[in-house]
């Protein structure tokens, strides 16, 4: 079992900035993908932003050149660094572990509790 305990969310104005940690503890395996996904009210949870252990990432259109996404491996901690924040990125923000075998087979897919992120007009 992995545990997440996020923090990090709040309220900011549009073009503030706002940065979200993740810290993962429990069963770590060596080869996984930390991420962050949202959702906003009415809408279906949608990735943001994701870092392989490797350190290779992904990020959704509607982020890219804005947030970025980092993690310590040392301490199991993933964090997003979001800038340029717009009311459109207001939306509870979840942070999510995926553990995978050497031979890319997931066994394992957590979730942590989510952070409220609003950004004012």
């Known amino acids: 079992q992995v545990q997440l305990v996020e923090s990090g969310g709040g309220l900011v104005q549009a073009g503030g900035s706002l940065r979200l940690s993740c810290a993962a503890s429990g069963s770590i395996f060596v080869i996984n993908v930390m991420g962050w996904y949202r959702q906003a009210p009415g809408k279906q949870r949608e990735l943001v932003a994701v870092?392989?252990?490797?350190?290779?990432?992904n990020y959704a259109d509607s982020v890219s050149g804005r947030f970025t996404i980092s993690r310590d491996n040392a301490k199991n901690t993933v964090y997003l660094q979001m800038n340029s924040l717009k009311p459109e990125d207001t939306a509870v923000y979840y942070c999510?572990?995926?553990?995978?075998?050497?031979?890319?087979?997931?066994?394992?897919?957590?979730w942590g509790q989510g952070t409220q992120v609003t950004v004012s007009s």
């Open positions: 870092i392989r252990s490797g350190g290779t990432t």
């Open positions: 999510n572990y995926k553990t995978y075998t050497p031979y890319q087979t997931r066994t394992g897919d957590y």
